[in-house]
């Protein structure tokens, strides 16, 4: 037994010797390889700051805060973290391909007393100045040194391309900063005046009227927001707002976020060349927008709107009735399923939910009667569905045909509007059509 133990142990110990010098030691030794081997020897999360120089162009500083850049040179902006975080990618990934020992001020064969760009690179209290000059015969490498440095090294031209760009090019073309799945509140002012939304669970109109919104819709108009970007940046110092027609806008939006009183907001004034002067006053800059982001900002009521009849998400459903005429079908939802209660003929069986309830969950208004009807004697309708929930309540929806058209309400709200007829066919399944065979099919 003692052997066996003491077998044992020597077994683990070897196994722990493997796995740390061997397997961990294997990991480190080759990521200490690539350290040697590399340009800058730094690791993208260690730069802090950059400035490019470039002949004939203003020198653009850009410097880390918290986990994004600004620019701080020639103007102070957002810069565009994407841009910014390709260039510290390729300062990362650059090797020392090839050593030449040169004069400290470099060569004019490798193009560094005269260099293309010139990047002074902060790490932390570090400042190191890189050279960067004429590329190899391939056109693939570049030559580069360090200021202060004998040393020529042979690297990636792609450290040039990321780098090469003018103000505009690292500037953030953002027009609002804000994140959508964290927006709580929205305010438009446009032609029809001003629309108010707020988010619970869902997003809902407060003004001008108290009602569900189309998640869709507003999901839409703040994924517009969110990816807008400035066309072009028309000013920087704009001594006026009027000639740009934003000192009383066509139209604006202002955001809130979740757990924040501020408000971001965007303001859009006259038309330019088929784009729109834009401002967040927030910032200085005047810039221009594409008109589908002003779309977004002065589409109606209508398009924020809940369409939804049927606005009971199925999975808090334990019954569904319908009524038409002398016909009556019952299901229950059990277990993720659709099973027959009625007709008798049918009880037990499965029916298939995209061949009835998907169909019945698109249904959308097409118009709103404001206040609901205002009829004393509704005819019967034609069609009822009774949907009774988890929570023990029940949600009525009546549809009914008058002449040409087709009203579809919602018992409980009130709420009451037309449907197309296209719409109202969705209703008028046979239970032959939906119940499950053995025919291979997916269920849902």
């Given at each position: 037994?003692?052997?066996?133990?003491?077998?044992?142990?020597?077994?683990?110990?070897?196994?722990?010797?493997?796995?740390?010098?061997e397997?961990?030691?294997?990991?480190?030794r080759?990521?200490?390889?690539?350290l040697?081997?590399?340009?800058?020897?730094?690791?993208?999360?260690?730069?802090?700051?950059?400035?490019?120089?470039r002949?004939?162009?203003q020198?653009?500083?850009?410097?880390?805060?918290?986990?994004?850049?600004?620019?701080?040179?020639p103007?102070?902006?957002?810069?565009?973290?994407?841009?910014v975080?390709?260039?510290?990618?390729?300062?990362?990934?650059?090797?020392?391909?090839?050593?030449l020992?040169?004069?400290?001020?470099?060569?004019?064969?490798?193009?560094?007393?005269?260099?293309?760009?010139?990047?002074?690179?902060?790490?932390?209290?570090?400042?190191?100045?890189?050279?960067?000059?004429?590329?190899?015969y391939?056109?693939?490498?570049?030559?580069?040194?360090?200021?202060?440095?004998?040393?020529?090294?042979?690297?990636?031209?792609e450290?040039?391309?990321?780098?090469?760009?003018?103000?505009?090019g690292?500037?953030?073309?953002?027009?609002?900063?804000?994140?959508?799945?964290?927006?709580?509140?929205?305010?438009?002012?446009?032609p029809?005046?001003?629309?108010?939304?707020?988010?619970?669970?869902?997003?809902?109109?407060?003004?001008?009227i108290?009602?569900?919104?189309?998640?869709?819709?507003?999901?839409?108009?703040?994924?517009?927001?969110?990816y807008?970007?400035?066309?072009?940046?028309?000013?920087?110092?704009?001594?006026?707002?009027?000639?740009?027609?934003l000192?009383?806008?066509?139209?604006?939006?202002r955001?809130?976020?979740?757990?924040?009183?501020?408000?971001?907001?965007?303001?859009?004034?006259?038309?330019?060349?088929?784009?729109?002067y834009?401002?967040?006053?927030?910032?200085?800059?005047?810039?221009?927008?594409?008109?589908?982001?002003?779309?977004?900002?002065?589409?109606?009521?209508?398009?924020?709107?809940?369409?939804?009849?049927?606005?009971v998400?199925?999975?808090?459903?334990?019954?569904?009735?319908?009524?038409?005429?002398?016909?009556?079908?019952?299901?229950?939802?059990?277990?993720?399923?659709?099973?027959?209660?009625?007709?008798?003929?049918?009880?037990?069986?499965?029916?298939?939910?995209?061949?009835?309830?998907?169909?019945?969950?698109?249904?959308?208004?097409?118009?709103?009667?404001e206040?609901?009807?205002?009829?004393?004697?509704?005819?019967?309708?034609?069609v009822?569905?009774?949907?009774?929930?988890?929570?023990?309540?029940?949600?009525?929806?009546?549809?009914?045909?008058e002449?040409?058209?087709?009203?579809?309400?919602?018992?409980?709200?009130?709420?009451?509007?037309?449907?197309?007829?296209?719409?109202?066919?969705?209703?008028?399944?046979?239970?032959?059509?939906?119940?499950?065979?053995?025919?291979?099919?997916?269920?849902?």
């Amino acid at each position: 037994m003692k052997k066996i133990v003491a077998l044992l142990v020597v077994f683990l110990g070897l196994a722990a010797f493997v796995y740390f010098y061997e397997i961990e030691g294997q990991k480190k030794r080759e990521e200490a390889k690539e350290l040697e081997e590399s340009l800058l020897r730094t690791k993208q999360e260690e730069f802090t700051g950059l400035e490019v120089s470039r002949s004939g162009q203003q020198d653009v500083l850009l410097i880390k805060e918290g986990e994004g850049w600004t620019i701080q040179e020639p103007i102070e902006t957002a810069a565009d973290k994407a841009s910014v975080e390709a260039l510290l990618r390729k300062l990362e990934e650059a090797r020392r391909d090839r050593t030449l020992d040169v004069e400290t001020d470099g060569s004019e064969a490798y193009g560094l007393k005269e260099p293309r760009l010139t990047l002074k690179i902060l790490t932390g209290d570090q400042e190191r100045t890189l050279r960067i000059g004429g590329k190899d015969y391939t056109g693939n490498k570049t030559y580069v040194q360090f200021a202060g440095a004998s040393e020529v090294f042979l690297t990636s031209d792609e450290i040039y391309t990321s780098a090469d760009k003018d103000l505009k090019g690292w500037r953030s073309k953002k027009v609002l900063f804000f994140e959508s799945d964290k927006t709580q509140g929205i305010e438009i002012d446009g032609p029809e005046g001003q629309i108010r939304l707020t988010r619970g669970e869902d997003w809902f109109l407060e003004e001008p009227i108290s009602e569900r919104a189309d998640q869709n819709a507003v999901s839409s108009l703040l994924s517009a927001l969110q990816y807008g970007e400035a066309q072009d940046f028309v000013s920087d110092q704009p001594e006026e707002l009027r000639k740009y027609g934003l000192d009383s806008p066509r139209a604006s939006i202002r955001v809130r976020h979740e757990g924040q009183d501020r408000w971001s907001e965007l303001e859009v004034g006259k038309e330019v060349d088929g784009n729109y002067y834009a401002r967040n006053p927030d910032r200085i800059p005047i810039f221009t927008v594409k008109e589908d982001l002003l779309s977004k900002l002065t589409q109606d009521l209508w398009a924020l709107r809940d369409k939804d009849v049927i606005n009971v998400p199925q999975e808090q459903i334990v019954q569904l009735k319908i009524r038409r005429e002398e016909d009556e079908i019952v299901l229950r939802r059990e277990d993720s399923k659709w099973i027959v209660e009625e007709p008798e003929a049918q009880r037990d069986q499965e029916a298939i939910g995209y061949k009835f309830w998907y169909p019945m969950d698109d249904i959308k208004y097409e118009s709103v009667e404001e206040g609901g009807s205002t009829s004393e004697s509704a005819p019967e309708p034609d069609v009822e569905l009774i949907l009774t929930l988890k929570d023990g309540g029940t949600r009525t929806f009546t549809f009914t045909q008058e002449d040409d058209e087709i009203v579809a309400s919602q018992q409980e709200s009130g709420r009451e509007g037309m449907i197309s007829s296209e719409s109202f066919e969705k209703l008028q399944f046979k239970i032959e059509d939906i119940v499950s065979s053995n025919d291979g099919q997916v269920r849902f």
